[in-house]
Nanobody
Framework: QVPLLETGGGSGQAGGSLRLSCANFGYLDRSYCMGWFRHAPGKQREALASIDGAGIIIVADSVAGRVTISYDNATNTLRLQMDTLTPEDTAKYYC??????????????????????????WGQGTLVTVSS
């Protein structure tokens, strides 16, 4: 499995929005779990949202109401939309995917370490910087 590729990072202003994309999934059936994480300097890794092959979505309470995760079957692209940005959203953002029934069955939480166990292919991350 080749690494995933995140795009869409960069600099933005507080109050704005970002839209990240993730590709290079290869062939997918319905047995998968996908997630978006972020890691800010000096902070612990945070899982933002997950989506599985059944279309079940879980969003972390910390970003609920501001984040939308989606998977576009037509283009095989995972997306993350985040609105009302603040400087606290400055971080490196990663997408990840896990394949197979085991991943699908574990795709039931956004507790970072537990969700990460469901995922086995990661991107290199894209940096997002939000200024006030």
């Amino acid at each position: 499995q080749v690494p995933l590729l995140e795009t869409g990072g960069g600099s933005g202003q507080a109050g704005g929005s970002l839209r990240l994309s993730c590709a290079n999934f290869g062939y997918l059936d319905r047995s998968y779990c996908m997630g978006w994480f972020r890691h800010a300097p000096g902070k612990q890794r945070e899982a933002l949202a997950s989506i599985d092959g059944a279309g079940i979505i879980i969003v972390a309470d910390s970003v609920a109401g501001r984040v939308t995760i989606s998977y576009d079957n037509a283009t095989n692209t995972l997306r993350l939309q985040m609105d009302t940005l603040t400087p606290e959203d400055t971080a490196k953002y990663y997408c990840a995917v896990g394949f197979g029934v085991e991943s699908l069955l574990r795709c039931t939480t956004v507790t970072p370490d537990i969700l990460a166990e469901a995922l086995n292919t990661w991107g290199q991350g894209t940096l997002v910087t939000v200024s006030s």
